[in-house]
C-alpha cells in the first residue's frame, strides 16, 4: 500500500524518486501482534533445548508460516512515514534494523523529543542480542547508538546518512534491564551534522557515541 508523502524541508517527496511510503496508522494491529509473537520466537529458538522431534516439528510450522507470509512482500527499501507533534515529517524504512515496527530483530527502540530538547527512548533487549554472557553485544549497542544519533539529525530537520561513528563502551551493558537511550544535534556545518547519544542503564552511562551525519543532497 503506498501513500501520498510528504517533503521534509528541502527535501523532494520520497515517492517522485521511486519509494513507496506507508503511514505508521496502516500496519494493522495484527501485524504488530504478529511481530512481537516473533520476536518471542526468535528468543525460544536461540535458548531452546528442546528434543529433535519436536525442533523438526516446529521447523515445518515456521516454514509453513514463511510460505504464507511471503505471498505478498513490501519492497524492501518501503519509507514509513512518522508525524511528531510539532516536528517535521519523519522517514525511516518499515523493516530499519533498529527501529523498523514490522522488523521482528528490531528491539524496537523508539525515539522521541523529551522535555529538554533531546530526544530520549526506552529499551530493554533479550538474551538474542547477548554478546559476553549476560552482556548486550557491543556491535548491538553501536547500531542502538547510530539509530539514535540518526534520528536526532532527522527530528531536527536534517535527516542524513553517518559519515562516521565513534563509541566508548563504559561499563558493561545488562541485559533483561530498562535502557533509556538520549541523542541530540551538538552542531552544523554546511551538510555536516554533529550529534552525540548516550545509553543508560540505572542512570549510569554504559555506553556513548558521537557521530558526524551528512545531510542528504537534493538531486539536481
Ligand atoms: C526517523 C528516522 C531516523 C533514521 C535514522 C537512521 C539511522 C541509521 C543511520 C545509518 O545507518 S546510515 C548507513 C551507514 N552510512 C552510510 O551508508 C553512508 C555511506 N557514505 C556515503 O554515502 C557518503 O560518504 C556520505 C553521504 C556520508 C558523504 O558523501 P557526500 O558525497 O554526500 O558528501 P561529501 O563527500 O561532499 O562530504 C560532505 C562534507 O562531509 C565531510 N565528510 C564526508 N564523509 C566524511 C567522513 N567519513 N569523515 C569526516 N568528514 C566527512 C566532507 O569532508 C564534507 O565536509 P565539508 O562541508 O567541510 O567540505
Do not use: C
Not at 524492501?76 to 525511516?92: S, V
Request: no cysteine; charged share 20%.
Amino acid at each position: 500500500m503506498t501513500v501520498e508523502a510528504e517533503p521534509v524541508a528541502g527535501l523532494p517527496d520520497p515517492t517522485e524518486y521511486g519509494f513507496s511510503v506507508v503511514r505508521e496508522s496502516e500496519i494493522p494491529r495484527e501485524h504488530h501482534d504478529l511481530v512481537a509473537r516473533v520476536r518471542e520466537l526468535v528468543d525460544a529458538v536461540a535458548h531452546t533445548q528442546a528434543e529433535p522431534a519436536e525442533l523438526a516439528a516446529a521447523e515445518a510450522t515456521v516454514a509453513e508460516l514463511t510460505e504464507l507470509l511471503s505471498r505478498r512482500r513490501r519492497d524492501t527499501g518501503t519509507l514509513l512515514l512518522h508525524r511528531p507533534p510539532g516536528g517535521p515529517p519523519e522517514y525511516g524504512t518499515v523493516t530499519n534494523l533498529v527501529a523498523g515496527p514490522t522488523n521482528a530483530v528490531a528491539p524496537p527502540l523508539v525515539m522521541a523529543p523529551g522535555a529538554d530538547g533531546e530526544l530520549r527512548g526506552e529499551v530493554t533487549l533479550n538474551g538474542v542480542y547477548q554478546g559476553p554472557p549476560g552482556i548486550v553485544h557491543g556491535g548491538w549497542l553501536a547500531a542502538l547508538l547510530d539509530q539514535a544519533l540518526g534520528a536526532a539529525a532527522s527530528a531536527a530537520g536534517m535527516p542524513g546518512l553517518t559519515a562516521n561513528l565513534s563509541v566508548d563502551y563504559r561499563r558493561p551493558t545488562p541485559l533483561h534491564a530498562p535502557l533509556t537511550v538520549t541523542s541530540r544535534v551538538t552542531g552544523t556545518e554546511r551538510r555536516k551534522v554533529f550529534v552525540a547519544a548516550e545509553i543508560r542503564h540505572d542512570g549510569e552511562v554504559t555506553a556513548e557515541g558521537t557521530a558526524l551525519m551528512v545531510r542528504l543532497a537534493v538531486p539536481d
